[in-house]
């Protein structure tokens, strides 16, 4: 696999070397798309450290809008861009700039690394965990059981089987994980009893609970005052991600996801939302009329390519970026060269 990604790395070198990127970002080809991106969570602390595909530092998002600016891109806005897609009016080397989710760090860290470099962004936002404003239960035994990872041996009393568990284990430390989502699903929990059981774990690991999830924020989402004060911002627009961060596949549930995202969104900037982004890049070709029944413009899915003139602008790719992804890969996403690489991102669509 390394040598793999060695080899790439240095085609895309080779490429770039060559003046190639340089050509094929002005070409009419390029001029005729736009690459969406698409980012989660910008770290408060470590998170980027922990997984690295779901968080970026604040540095590191500096870095890429710096590379867009200096290599003769344009950065524009969703709305623009789904309207130039389908005229055929993109601005030359379009690029727009996405986050999922919407967790506070957005509000925090993003927000005035985009009003630096005057930016416009969409964050696309789940609501349930805007109103219920605790940790995403998930993620957090994933962090909170790394960022213990030094303690060694830890009695585990919120799910059995593990009264003696080496956290130092990154086998261990998966394997709490799986019991608790596992535990949770079966269980059909709540919410608030998958908070309280996010809490009984956090105690045996000796991480008090309240200051995590009220001073830290680290897996929070905005609140709704936060979320509020966004489109003042004047480079952010707030979009929709589903109430639930899901996407059933029975037409009534799927339209009460949109609209009670809708409504809530609208509830707290004041302004409507019509753009889309599938959660978890989960989609299936009965949701189309769904969203268009429900005033849906645009959807965009995690499918990596860039946006034609002529997509299905309910079915538009993106990349996903994350801090893996060296500096010569992401200049090839900006002129459209790693396009025409082979990728399963590129060729297998997500589907429900």
Not at 189 to 213: Q, Y
Request: overall charge positive.
């Amino acid at each position: 696999m390394q040598m793999k990604r060695a080899a790439k790395q240095a085609v895309l070198r080779a490429a770039k070397a060559s003046g190639y990127f340089r050509r094929l970002g002005r070409s009419l080809w390029r001029r005729d798309r736009a690459l969406i991106l698409a980012w989660h969570g910008v770290s408060l602390r470590d998170e980027h450290e922990w997984n690295p595909y779901l968080f970026i530092s604040p540095e590191f998002l500096d870095a890429r809008l710096t590379t867009i600016r200096e290599n003769g891109y344009t950065i524009i806005g969703l709305d623009e861009a789904v309207r130039g897609l389908a005229r055929g009016s993109l601005p030359e080397r379009s690029v727009v700039l996405t986050f999922d989710d919407g967790y506070y760090n957005f509000y925090s860290h993003a927000v005035p690394v985009l009003k630096k470099h005057g930016a416009p962004a969409t964050v696309y936002l789940t609501t349930y965990y805007v109103d219920n404003n605790r940790p995403v239960p998930y993620l957090s035994v994933s962090y909170l059981l790394w960022r213990k990872r030094e303690a060694g041996i830890v009695r585990v009393t919120a799910l059995p089987g593990f009264e003696s568990a080496n956290i130092s284990d990154p086998d261990v430390r998966q394997a709490i994980h799986k019991a608790f989502v596992h535990h949770a699903d079966s269980n059909r929990l709540t919410a608030e009893e998958k908070n309280a059981l996010l809490g009984r774990l956090a105690r045996d690991l000796g991480i008090d609970i309240d200051r995590f999830s009220l001073e830290e924020r680290i897996m929070n989402l905005m609140t709704p005052d936060q979320v509020a004060t966004l489109p003042e911002s004047g480079v952010v627009s707030v979009d929709l991600h589903t109430h639930r961060h899901r996407v059933p596949l029975n037409e009534s549930l799927f339209s009460r996801e949109i609209i009670d995202n809708q409504t809530r969104i609208t509830s707290m900037t004041g302004i409507s939302s019509d753009h889309f982004c599938y959660p978890s890049g989960v989609w299936a070709h009965q949701m189309l009329p769904w969203l268009k029944q429900n005033g849906v413009r645009s959807a965009t899915t995690c499918i990596h390519g860039l946006a034609a003139v002529g997509d299905n602008p309910l079915l538009l790719p993106r990349f996903l970026d994350h801090t893996n992804t060296s500096a010569v890969e992401f200049e090839a996403w900006l002129c459209g060269f790693a396009q025409r690489l082979p990728s399963p991102h590129k060729t297998t669509a997500a589907t429900a």
